[in-house]
């Protein structure tokens, strides 16, 4: 366990998450009894295991569907949004009593070092990153259309600049990069790409640094050249794997 993350207060912890903390020597040795660290293994396995059950419910079943394509570009920006904020509901639901809802306020943002929201004008809670939320969900179902699906460039391009679309609105307090590769894979998908949510490098710290200079590499770079590679790269190594 460590003190690096935010402390989550008992008041918003789901009761079958706490009901184990308090078996800890955190709550019965060291007196810890009003918050568990976000970091904290328990935390760390139902947030696993709420990622599993999304990975099972938005993504693993599209992979026996067809006119997955034509079924995103016809939805309206209320349909994307609203399952965005049910795969926020599934990730935390062993953890947060409270999710599904786009964050309140600018002050709680946990993106990255501090000023890094300044960097990528993340914007305030409440309406704006609602506005925001609704304006990527259009701007999906317009370029979806044009996307050449036969040029895994212009697929990665595409893919690249709705991720960071996601992870620069930071809709959510917590669970935004998490989505946003799972909307990526998603519309992988519905390209005709296989999903590379697995490939994320969570636990091997140079992959992820990696992926964190790709992210960063967005500012000033509409078209997102650094992170379309990590993409494309993540996108190759899978379809090798199947291969």
């Not at 946003?180 to 998603?186: F, I, M, N, S």
Request: hydrophobic fraction near 35%; charge should be positive; glycine fraction near 6%.
């Amino acid at each position: 366990m460590t003190d690096q993350r935010p402390e989550i207060h008992k008041d918003d912890v789901v009761p079958s998450l706490w009901k184990r903390y308090k078996s800890t020597n955190e709550y019965k040795v060291d007196h810890r009894t009003h918050s568990i660290n976000s970091a904290h293994s328990l935390v760390k396995t139902a947030e696993k295991h709420g990622l599993n059950k999304l990975v099972i419910q938005f993504i693993g079943q599209l992979k026996n569907r067809t006119n997955i394509r034509e079924e995103y570009e016809q939805r309206d920006r209320y349909q994307w949004v609203d399952e965005w904020m049910s795969m926020h509901t599934l990730l935390f639901k062993y953890v947060y009593k409270h999710r599904g809802a786009t964050r309140r306020t600018g002050h709680d943002v946990r993106f990255g070092s501090p000023g890094d929201e300044e960097l990528h004008r993340i914007p305030l809670g409440g309406s704006p990153t609602y506005v925001a939320l609704n304006e990527l969900a259009d701007t999906i179902g317009y370029q979806l259309k044009y996307v050449n699906q036969n040029d895994i460039d212009d697929v990665c391009g595409f893919l690249a600049r709705i991720h960071y679309g996601m992870i620069r609105i930071h809709p959510f307090g917590d669970g935004n990069g998490r989505l946003a590769r799972a909307v990526t894979d998603q519309l992988a998908i519905s390209l005709g790409y296989p999903p590379v949510i697995a490939a994320f490098p969570r636990l091997n710290i140079f992959e992820k640094e990696m992926y964190h200079t790709a992210i960063t590499n967005c500012i000033g770079d509409t078209q997102c050249a650094s992170l379309r590679t990590w993409i494309k790269n993540k996108i190759e190594s899978s379809i090798y794997d199947i291969a």
